[in-house]
């Protein structure tokens, strides 16, 4: 088993800026993918940003050139670096790793984008 725990989420401005962290826990060993989705109300879930243990990165177009996902000291952090908020950035942000072909979930944290 594979915890994880995001944090970071917040109301900000149009513009602003903000930094996502997840956490990684459990049996993260094999863990060799990470990644950051979101879901908007009455929206499905997306693909943001993914980052591989061997360092390829993979954006959506919508968030390209706007936000960068980046590692810690270990592959167990993941940080999902967002500037040039917009309102269509608000939703519930989920981080995702994949370990020994088994996908986890964390529980998700609230970005909102509003004046």
């Known amino acids: 088993q594979v915890q994880l725990v995001e944090s970071g989420g917040a109301l900000v401005q149009p513009g602003g800026s903000l930094r996502l962290s997840c956490a990684a826990s459990g049996r993260t060993l094999n863990n060799y993918f990470m990644a950051w989705y979101r879901q908007a109300p009455g929206k499905q879930r997306e693909l943001v940003a993914s980052?591989?243990?061997?360092?390829?990165?993979n954006y959506a177009d919508s968030v390209k050139g706007r936000f960068a996902i980046s590692q810690g000291d270990t592959f167990n952090t993941v940080y999902l670096q967002m500037n040039s908020l917009r309102p269509e950035d608000t939703a519930v942000y989920y981080c995702?790793?994949?370990?020994?072909?088994?996908?986890?979930w964390g529980q998700g944290t609230q970005v909102t984008v509003s004046s």
């Open positions: 995702n790793s994949v370990s020994a072909g088994v996908q986890y």
């Open positions: 980052l591989t243990i061997g360092g390829v990165r």
